[in-house]
């Protein structure tokens, strides 16, 4: 059993995995199969401790990605979960920008009347507690280093919601981006896992938990080819962030082994001369008791 605290980083594709992996560099590490899941545990040194990092591929979409989660979180009780990955940019949001989510819009939820679509916002907060050190982080700005040694200057850190649904959005004037920017106009970035992510952890308040994003395409310029080239990137940067975050994180103390019971008291009572008597107990756990009887020998001396 590890005295180490636990994180999970999950990712919904293979690019995004490949990203976090590569920068935990060549290290040693190993791989467990719990419920048909399998998991790459890393040890991870941060600044104030070393971490039991977890990696899980949770799949797409949000149904899968919040199964995913809820299944990581019983297996590993992990004290901070981050989804990683890739997403498409909105608003101000460029190609190779991040977005450090302070909320998740579930983009899709209303009323389909015969008036029309009503629009039922729901959204989930992302942990305060990463949310403030995403912003320290960014304004240190020392956090791309990890992803680009050669990097002049990081790219933009936005602090913003994020959109999530099951649609793949490929366009800016869609009925789905026209619902996002009427509803949603704050977002800065549109996914298909990370309110399926926040959903799984409202049962587990005690898990710090957020999504972290790097942009790899914009709605109106969706390219296979460009995405070979921009996904990998945009996925590193998302991936150097979150390892700024947990290289920063103040662990609670990991519960440490029960200690061992202190032995029990032995106490000696008896009597001793002409017509002595005596009663003997003992009380608590683990407690024993005896009495022995001896014949009374008087000694008068030379």
Known sequence: MTTLPTAVICTPLNVEYAAVADLLGHRPHTTETRGGSIYEL??????RTSWRLVLALTGRRNEETS??????????????????G?????????????????????????QDTDLGWLQRP??????????????????????????????????????????????VVTGSSSYTADRIRESFGDAYAIDMEGFGAMAALRRSPSVQATVVRGVSDVLDDKDKDADRLTQPMAARRAAAFALAL?????????????????????YNIGAQGPGATSTAGAIGNGATGQVVQQPYRYYEGP
């Open 246 to 266: 947990l290289d920063r994180f103040d662990p609670e103390p990991a519960d440490a082994p029960a200690a061992a019971a202190p032995p029990a008291p032995v």
């Open 67 to 84: 199964a995913a989660v809820e299944r990581a979180v019983q297996e590993w009780a992990p004290q901070v979960l981050m989804l990683v």
């Open 122 to 167: 729901d959204a989930l907060p992302t942990s305060h507690a990463l949310d403030q050190l995403a912003q320290q982080v960014s304004r240190e700005g020392f956090w791309i280093w990890r992803a680009e040694p050669d990097a002049d200057a990081p790219p933009p850190v936005h602090h913003r919601p994020i959109a999530s649904g099951s649609k």
């Open 86 to 110: 890739v997403a498409g940019g909105l608003r101000e949001s460029r190609v190779g920008d991040v977005v450090a989510a302070t909320k998740v819009y579930g983009y899709e939820g209303g």
């Open 42 to 47: 890393h040890e991870f040194r941060a600044r």
